[in-house]
Structures are given as structure tokens and as C-alpha cells.
């Protein structure tokens, strides 16, 4: 092997773990001793029940899929790409392969004998723990499960709020540029994104992937400008970005590079660029693995196992005790994707491209990105406005591909919503048209329904389609609610019928009925009464993009200084009351809402108690600024 392409090799293993915790001249001795196999599209690369090869997998370009014996066949447990290491555990545990491993597309492999490697492991305690602990993997009942990460002494917390390292003076070139002169300036300065600039403000962005995929697929040609296979607008973030904010901010946008600019927006200098590597050095333990497995994901059985995954993550990080904002942004991002796929499977299964442009909206707990549990399902639908005389045929099938939709969704395990507040219901599949006098109706002439349905269609949130139909229905709603100021009121005095559930003898007033005799009613007694009022008063703010109870309390913070510390308050009664009807979910396997007082210790009765006070006095400034005493 030349000392050119061992340089090579190394230069790629370092963006990775368990490589990147070693040192440039250690990873250039097991690069020098790597050997680089080329296999094809179904190639079998190792077989279950085969005694391990001498070295290990990581794959440098394409994918390798890892299947174990199913009842009817061969089934897909995972899918290892660029950068992913596999192979390992029958090496260290010197037992034979468990998995087969067959390449999934043409495929590029770095073999790596497990000897180059065992010599670092004696004198470097962090990668011995790697090695041991973070590559094991089980499989009870067919669900491919990756144990956790030891943390050692040095390591920092997974879920603390540390600043990314990212990679400063990145490469970047002007939009004038051919493809070959972008892709010759990667490969001279060995990186895998070009920024696309305008003077040091960022346009676009480049990466190896689009280079394999769109142009060495011959698509486009190597000549074309590199503006027409960058990826615009680009998505920025500032330099004081934490690990959580860019991990959420990457899954939320599906993409693997965030830009670094001065201000975080496109319109101020570019200072580095961030790769999803970055982060997986920092975090091995990471939902990237189970986004990507629900992209890939064919069929409804393979969506549940992930749902399942989910629910098992979200306990990890509950008993780890996560961010309760950092759990619901990953949750919600899991939960989107969930949802997308089955939308793109549906409409594969009918055809593919929609009659008309549409969008597929999330409403309730979901739509807040607050949905940690399993709950029943609130979704909507919205399909452009069509011709009289095509609206029968249109509605008919998006109604069609909505039953398809919910049907996917309660396979995977969120159930059929019971008030049926779901797209599949022809009240709830409208077009932009019949959504905007839906609206205005219930804001004009507002009834205990009305305003009961509001709470739910208000929080919604676009999960697949066009966003510009949920932003029309955004600025009508404002514009309703500007000519009938009056509806605030209603909805204010519906946010304070749950009082602050504490007696006059400071105990807390539970359920009287059968079936929840004596318990708390954590959702409607507690967080609804935050939810609501945090809703109301950032539409009296026409404060619109704060779908989530903490990201409103957030902005009221910055728009209403005087009340700060207050809001401040609900956020973080917000986060323990969340917290608490989470743990109870996950103890007794329920949606969490009804608590067993006498389980709580003194101190935890004291934390719950202690939440109750902001809820009070939120409620108290509800009554004053919509004269509730006033509304009979």
C-alpha cells in the first residue's frame, strides 16, 4: 500500500468513532495495514454462522445490509453506510457471525485487521471501553438493539449543553464555478463540502454525496456550474450552537452539514461548517442510526420496530435525565419522520405524485412536538383549491390516501384518534379554501365546541407536503382573530378553568370517579392549563413559527421582559410536570396522565407542588389582561 493512499485512509477513519480518539500517526499505522475491497450490488461479504474473518468492516462508500434469519427468509435488521463500522463484536467475543452482511449497492469497504488495532487498545482506556461496549449488538425478538456507551471519567455528559467543535476556515467556492474546479478544490484540501459563496455569505453547500449521486451517476455534467447540485438555501447556525441544537437542527432537516456563519443566519460571514461526523465523534449514542433506518424503511412492520425504538430511546434518556427539550425536539423529529414515510408509502402504493398540492398537518400534542408516548393520533389534511367541478374527485382521493395514512399510523402503534380528529374524516380533509371558513367560523362565533376545537387545530404543524398552504392558514387565522379580538377572551377564560389543583389545606385535588379514584390528573389538572395559556397569549402576539409549549414561553420571554421571570417559571414547571407524566407512562406502560399520589416520595410530592404556583399566577395574568371578570 502506498504511503499516499494510507494517508488517504486515515484521513477518512478520523471523522469517525472509535478512529477519532486516536492520534493522526496510530491511525495512519492501522490505515498502512487496511486493506480496501471492492463488492457488488448482493455480494455476500459474510454469513451467519461463518467463523470471523481476521478484520473488520468500515464502509467507505455505498451500504452494506445486515440481515438476520427471519420465518420467511432473510430479514433486514440495519443498514451500515459511509463510515459505519461492523463485524467487530465475533472478533472481540471470539464467536461466530450472528448476522449475514450483503451489500446492498456497489460498495467500497476498508478491511481492517483486528491486530492493528489491539495494540492501541492497552494504552488508551477510552478505546478499549469502545470497542468492547459500543459495537455489541443483540437481537431479542428480531429487533436489532445497540447497547450504550460506558462514560468514562473524562467523558463529557451526553446530554450537557457543551458547544460543538466544528471545522473552521472551511473551503468554500463562488457559484461561478464548475463542478470540476468545486470538486478539485475538495480533493486538494481533503474534505467532503465546499461551501457555495457570495461574498463569504453562504448560498449553497456541496458534498461528496452529491458528487457520487448526481454527477458520477452522469446526471449532470462535471462541467455544469456547481450551483446546480448545491444544496440552497443552506441551513446556518451560530458558533455558540450546542451538541443538542445541531443534532435536533440536522434531523429536523435531513441533512448531514450545518454552516457556521457569524450571526447563525445566511447573511453574515461564514466561520466553519459542521458535519453530522462531528457530532457522532462526540456522541456515539445517537438517533441518527434509527432516523435513517425510517427512511429506509419499506413496509409498516419495519416502521413499528422503529416506533418500538423510539419508545425504548426515550426511556434511555429519561432515566439519564436528558433535557426534557432536548427529548421532545428528538421525539419530535422521530415521530415526523415516522409519519412521512407512511405518507410516502401510501402514495407509492397509489400511484406516487398527488392529483394537487397538499399538506399533512399535525395537530395536538404532536403538532407541540410533545408527544413522548403513545397517544392516539389528531391529524389533518389540506389540498390546494381545485375547479367546482373537480373538488368531488380530488377530496375523494385524498380521503383515500388519508384512511391509508391513519391506518399506517395505528400499525406502528398510535391509535385511532376516538372524536375522530383525523384527516380520514371527511370534516377534517378540506381544501385551503374550506380550512379558511372552517377557521373563521369557529373564531366569529365562538361555543364551548368551538373554542374546545381550537386548542386541538391550533397547534398544528406542516409534517409533509406544502408548507406555503399551513402559512395561509397562519396569516388567516391572525387576520381572523385581528377583526374579532373578542375570541381571545373566550379562549383566555377556557385557559383558566382548571385552577391550580392544591386545596385550601394544600393537598391536591384528585380524581372523585371509579376509575382513577385518588389519582392526579397530571394533563388535564397541570399541563393543559400551561399549554392553553402559553397558546393564547402568543396568538395575542401574532407571534407565529412557536409550535411547542417551552418555545412560546421562550419568545413571550423576549417580547414581554417584564414578565420573564414568570414565563421562565412555566417553562420550567412545564419541563418537570412533562417529566413526571413521562417516567409514569414508561413505569406502568400508559399515556402517563393519571398519577398514584402515594408513590411519590416527600420530595417529589414537593416538586410537583412547587409547579402549581407559576400555573396560578399565569391563570392570575390571563383574568387581568383578557377582563375575564368581565365575560359572563
Same mark, same amino acid.
Given at each position: 500500500?502506498?504511503?499516499?493512499?494510507?494517508?488517504?485512509?486515515?484521513?477518512?477513519?478520523?471523522?469517525?468513532?472509535?478512529?477519532?480518539?486516536?492520534?493522526?500517526?496510530?491511525?495512519?499505522?492501522?490505515?498502512?495495514?487496511?486493506?480496501?475491497?471492492?463488492?457488488?450490488?448482493?455480494?455476500?461479504?459474510?454469513?451467519?454462522?461463518?467463523?470471523?474473518?481476521?478484520?473488520?468492516?468500515?464502509?467507505?462508500?455505498?451500504?452494506?445490509?445486515?440481515?438476520?434469519?427471519?420465518?420467511?427468509?432473510?430479514?433486514?435488521?440495519?443498514?451500515?453506510?459511509?463510515?459505519?463500522?461492523?463485524?467487530?463484536?465475533?472478533?472481540?467475543?471470539?464467536?461466530?457471525?450472528?448476522?449475514?452482511?450483503?451489500?446492498?449497492?456497489?460498495?467500497?469497504?476498508?478491511?481492517?485487521?483486528?491486530?492493528?488495532?489491539?495494540?492501541?487498545?492497552?494504552?488508551?482506556?477510552?478505546?478499549?471501553?469502545?470497542?468492547?461496549?459500543?459495537?455489541?449488538?443483540?437481537?431479542?425478538?428480531?429487533?436489532?438493539?445497540?447497547?450504550?456507551?460506558?462514560?468514562?471519567?473524562?467523558?463529557?455528559?451526553?446530554?450537557?449543553?457543551?458547544?460543538?467543535?466544528?471545522?473552521?476556515?472551511?473551503?468554500?467556492?463562488?457559484?461561478?464555478?464548475?463542478?470540476?474546479?468545486?470538486?478539485?478544490?475538495?480533493?486538494?484540501?481533503?474534505?467532503?463540502?465546499?461551501?457555495?459563496?457570495?461574498?463569504?455569505?453562504?448560498?449553497?453547500?456541496?458534498?461528496?454525496?452529491?458528487?457520487?449521486?448526481?454527477?458520477?451517476?452522469?446526471?449532470?455534467?462535471?462541467?455544469?456550474?456547481?450551483?446546480?447540485?448545491?444544496?440552497?438555501?443552506?441551513?446556518?447556525?451560530?458558533?455558540?450552537?450546542?451538541?443538542?441544537?445541531?443534532?435536533?437542527?440536522?434531523?429536523?432537516?435531513?441533512?448531514?452539514?450545518?454552516?457556521?456563519?457569524?450571526?447563525?443566519?445566511?447573511?453574515?460571514?461564514?466561520?466553519?461548517?459542521?458535519?453530522?461526523?462531528?457530532?457522532?465523534? %462526540?456522541?456515539?449514542?445517537?438517533?441518527?442510526? !434509527? #432516523?435513517?433506518?425510517?427512511?429506509?424503511? /419499506?413496509? +409498516?412492520? =419495519?416502521? @413499528? *420496530?422503529?416506533?418500538?425504538?423510539?419508545?425504548?430511546?426515550?426511556?434511555?434518556?429519561?432515566?439519564?435525565?436528558?433535557?426534557?427539550?432536548?427529548?421532545?425536539?428528538?421525539?419530535?423529529?422521530?415521530?415526523?419522520?415516522?409519519?412521512?414515510?407512511?405518507?410516502?408509502?401510501?402514495?407509492?402504493?397509489?400511484?406516487?405524485?398527488?392529483?394537487?398540492?397538499?399538506?399533512?398537518?399535525?395537530?395536538?400534542?404532536?403538532?407541540?412536538?410533545?408527544?413522548? %408516548?403513545?397517544?392516539?393520533?389528531?391529524?389533518? !389534511? #389540506?389540498?390546494?383549491?381545485?375547479?367546482? /367541478?373537480? +373538488?368531488? =374527485?380530488? @377530496? *375523494?382521493?385524498?380521503?383515500?390516501?388519508?384512511?391509508?395514512?391513519?391506518?399506517?399510523?395505528?400499525?406502528?402503534?398510535?391509535?385511532?384518534?376516538?372524536?375522530?380528529?383525523?384527516?380520514?374524516?371527511?370534516?377534517?380533509?378540506?381544501?385551503?379554501?374550506?380550512?379558511?371558513?372552517?377557521?373563521?367560523?369557529?373564531?366569529?362565533?365562538?361555543?364551548?365546541?368551538?373554542?374546545?376545537?381550537?386548542?386541538?387545530?391550533?397547534?398544528?404543524?406542516?409534517?409533509?407536503?406544502?408548507?406555503?398552504?399551513?402559512?395561509?392558514?397562519?396569516?388567516?387565522?391572525?387576520?381572523?382573530?385581528?377583526?374579532?379580538?373578542?375570541?381571545?377572551?373566550?379562549?383566555?377564560?377556557?385557559?383558566?378553568?382548571?385552577?391550580?389543583?392544591?386545596?385550601?389545606?394544600?393537598?391536591?385535588?384528585?380524581?372523585?370517579?371509579?376509575?382513577?379514584?385518588?389519582?392526579?390528573?397530571?394533563?388535564?389538572?397541570?399541563?393543559?392549563?400551561?399549554?392553553?395559556?402559553?397558546?393564547?397569549?402568543?396568538?395575542?402576539?401574532?407571534?407565529?413559527?412557536?409550535?411547542?409549549?417551552?418555545?412560546?414561553?421562550?419568545?413571550?420571554?423576549?417580547?414581554?421582559?417584564?414578565?420573564?421571570?414568570?414565563?421562565?417559571?412555566?417553562?420550567?414547571?412545564?419541563?418537570?410536570?412533562?417529566?413526571?407524566?413521562?417516567?409514569?407512562?414508561?413505569?406502568?406502560?400508559?399515556?402517563?396522565?393519571?398519577?398514584?399520589?402515594?408513590?411519590?416520595?416527600?420530595?417529589?410530592?414537593?416538586?410537583?407542588?412547587?409547579?402549581?404556583?407559576?400555573?396560578?399566577?399565569?391563570?392570575?395574568?390571563?383574568?387581568?389582561?383578557?377582563?375575564?371578570?368581565?365575560?359572563?
Amino acid at each position: 500500500m502506498s504511503n499516499t493512499l494510507a494517508i488517504r485512509i486515515r484521513d477518512f477513519l478520523k471523522n469517525f468513532p472509535p478512529f477519532h480518539i486516536l492520534s493522526e500517526q496510530e491511525l495512519l499505522s492501522i490505515a498502512a495495514s487496511v486493506t480496501v475491497m471492492y463488492v457488488e450490488e448482493g455480494e455476500t461479504v459474510f454469513n451467519l454462522g461463518e467463523h470471523p474473518k481476521p478484520h473488520f468492516f468500515v464502509v467507505r462508500e455505498g451500504a452494506v445490509g445486515l440481515f438476520t434469519e427471519g420465518s420467511e427468509g432473510k430479514l433486514l435488521i440495519n443498514i451500515c453506510d459511509e463510515g459505519e463500522l461492523f463485524g467487530l463484536r465475533p472478533i472481540v467475543e471470539q464467536d461466530a457471525y450472528r448476522l449475514y452482511a450483503l451489500a446492498q449497492e456497489e460498495t467500497i469497504l476498508y478491511a481492517i485487521p483486528v491486530e492493528s488495532i489491539l495494540p492501541f487498545m492497552a494504552s488508551n482506556k477510552a478505546l478499549e471501553r469502545f470497542i468492547h461496549v459500543s459495537f455489541r449488538v443483540n437481537i431479542p425478538n428480531g429487533a436489532l438493539v445497540f447497547s450504550k456507551e460506558i462514560a468514562t471519567d473524562d467523558t463529557p455528559n451526553y446530554f450537557d449543553h457543551q458547544k460543538v467543535r466544528f471545522s473552521e476556515n472551511p473551503i468554500s467556492c463562488p457559484a461561478s464555478f464548475t463542478i470540476m474546479q468545486a470538486a478539485c478544490s475538495m480533493a486538494e484540501h481533503r474534505v467532503g463540502s465546499i461551501v457555495i459563496e457570495s461574498d463569504k455569505k453562504p448560498l449553497g453547500i456541496v458534498t461528496d454525496k452529491d458528487l457520487r449521486l448526481k454527477v458520477a451517476t452522469g446526471k449532470v455534467s462535471i462541467q455544469a456550474l456547481v450551483s446546480e447540485i448545491m444544496s440552497s438555501p443552506v441551513i446556518t447556525a451560530p458558533a455558540t450552537i450546542t451538541v443538542a441544537e445541531a443534532q435536533v437542527m440536522m434531523l429536523r432537516h435531513n441533512i448531514a452539514h450545518l454552516c457556521i456563519t457569524k450571526d447563525g443566519t445566511p447573511n453574515s460571514n461564514i466561520i466553519g461548517v459542521l458535519s453530522e461526523h462531528d457530532i457522532v465523534a %462526540l456522541r456515539s449514542n445517537n438517533p441518527y442510526t !434509527l #432516523v435513517k433506518q425510517i427512511r429506509r424503511s /419499506e413496509d +409498516i412492520n =419495519a416502521l @413499528k *420496530s422503529c416506533r418500538e425504538q423510539l419508545s425504548e430511546l426515550i426511556e434511555t434518556y429519561i432515566q439519564q435525565e436528558a433535557s426534557m427539550d432536548f427529548v421532545t425536539q428528538v421525539s419530535g423529529a422521530i415521530n415526523e419522520a415516522l409519519t412521512q414515510q407512511i405518507i410516502t408509502l401510501s402514495l407509492r402504493e397509489m400511484g406516487g405524485k398527488p392529483l394537487v398540492g397538499f399538506t399533512w398537518l399535525a395537530l395536538g400534542s404532536q403538532g407541540r412536538n410533545e408527544q413522548l %408516548l403513545l397517544t392516539d393520533q389528531d391529524n389533518a !389534511l #389540506v389540498f390546494e383549491d381545485v375547479p367546482e /367541478e373537480q +373538488i368531488s =374527485a380530488t @377530496k *375523494s382521493y385524498f380521503l383515500l390516501l388519508a384512511q391509508k395514512v391513519t391506518q399506517g399510523l395505528a400499525d406502528i402503534g398510535y391509535e385511532f384518534c376516538p372524536a375522530e380528529m383525523m384527516a380520514s374524516n371527511p370534516q377534517w380533509c378540506l381544501s385551503l379554501s374550506e380550512w379558511k371558513q372552517q377557521f373563521q367560523h369557529w373564531i366569529t362565533q365562538p361555543s364551548e365546541e368551538s373554542i374546545m376545537l381550537c386548542t386541538i387545530f391550533f397547534d398544528f404543524k406542516t409534517v409533509f407536503g406544502e408548507p406555503s398552504l399551513s402559512q395561509a392558514i397562519t396569516q388567516h387565522i391572525f387576520s381572523s382573530i385581528g377583526s374579532f379580538e373578542v375570541f381571545l377572551n373566550y379562549l383566555a377564560r377556557n385557559a383558566i378553568q382548571n385552577p391550580a389543583p392544591i386545596g385550601f389545606f394544600r393537598q391536591f385535588i384528585v380524581e372523585k370517579d371509579a376509575q382513577h379514584k385518588n389519582e392526579f390528573d397530571l394533563k388535564s389538572r397541570a399541563l393543559m392549563p400551561l399549554i392553553d395559556a402559553a397558546r393564547v397569549l402568543v396568538l395575542s402576539r401574532e407571534i407565529s413559527g412557536k409550535n411547542s409549549t417551552l418555545q412560546r414561553y421562550r419568545a413571550l420571554m423576549e417580547i414581554e421582559p417584564q414578565n420573564k421571570a414568570l414565563f421562565e417559571a412555566c417553562e420550567e414547571a412545564f419541563k418537570v410536570l412533562l417529566r413526571f407524566r413521562t417516567e409514569e407512562g414508561i413505569k406502568k406502560g400508559t399515556s402517563g396522565r393519571y398519577l398514584a399520589l402515594e408513590t411519590l416520595s416527600k420530595m417529589e410530592k414537593l416538586q410537583l407542588r412547587a409547579c402549581f404556583k407559576p400555573l396560578k399566577e399565569i391563570q392570575e395574568l390571563l383574568s387581568v389582561r383578557f377582563h375575564l371578570s368581565q365575560i359572563t
